[in-house]
């Protein structure tokens, strides 16, 4: 079956320091993948998206970046990280195969300070 | 633009009852619809979806209508139990490309014993 992680789980960091997420997919081969931030009361807003190794979309401009060295690793970073960039994060993928329904981690709690 | 809207922020319901959470869009290229569930500090599940060629989808105690004409979809869960209670984001795929998902805003339900 298909498992995903992510890590850390919770993460306090000050302003302008740097920022490295991880995201890994288990059971499964070549799967879309994609990175979401929940903003405290709002919705799931789409930051990236992976079809494959190196294949990066961005959705908004802003602060983060996102890297997929493995066909089942994703990777969300920042250089120096904002106050607004605090948020739960939350990564998610899908098989390549068509199907529509994304299947989420656990999820990362960001505060920056 | 948003595409997609939850446009009640909250419901409460009494256990037992029926509990009907609604969604609209805008974009009629949208070709699937999902209900997703949330618990806090946690990621969302997956819980139940509609093609747009169909108006109705059940699975045990949750059914998903969808009205094509109105652009609206809504969830009912019947009968509702406390550990129901979470958050409930609607997300619709299609429009674009690469499976992404545009999500509302979601809708906290609150189940009382």
């Known amino acids: 079956s298909q498992t995903i992680h992510q890590w850390p789980a919770t993460l306090v960091q000050p302003v302008g320091s740097p920022l490295s997420l991880e995201c890994t997919v288990e059971?499964?081969?070549?799967?879309?993948l994609y990175w979401y931030r929940q903003a405290a009361g709002r919705g799931l807003q789409l930051l990236f998206y992976?079809?494959?190794?190196?294949?990066i979309s961005s959705e908004v401009p802003q602060n983060l970046s996102a890297s997929r060295p493995q066909d089942r690793q994703f990777i969300l970073s920042s250089k120096k990280l904002l106050l607004s960039d605090s948020g739960f994060y939350l990564c998610?993928?899908?098989?390549?195969?068509?199907?529509?329904?994304?299947?989420f981690g656990p999820g990362t709690r960001l505060t920056v300070t | 633009d948003q595409q997609v809207k939850q446009n009640s922020p909250s419901l409460s319901v009494q256990e037992g009852r029926i509990s009907i959470l609604n969604c609209d869009y805008t974009?009629?290229?949208?070709?699937?619809f999902l209900w997703y569930k949330k618990y806090p500090a946690e990621g969302p599940t997956f819980l139940i979806s509609i093609s747009s060629i169909k108006d109705k989808n059940e699975d045990g105690r949750f059914t998903v209508f969808l009205n094509k004409s109105a652009k609206h979809l809504s969830l009912h869960i019947v009968p509702s139990q406390p550990g129901d209670s979470a958050v409930y984001f609607c997300a619709a795929h299609g429009g674009t490309s690469y499976g992404k998902l545009t999500f509302g805003q979601g809708t906290i339900l609150t189940v009382h014993p």
């Open positions: 974009n009629s290229m949208f070709d699937y």
């Open positions: 998610a993928w899908i098989d390549g195969t068509g199907g529509v329904e994304q299947y």
């Open positions: 059971g499964t081969s070549n799967p879309n």
């Open positions: 992976s079809v494959g190794i190196g294949q």
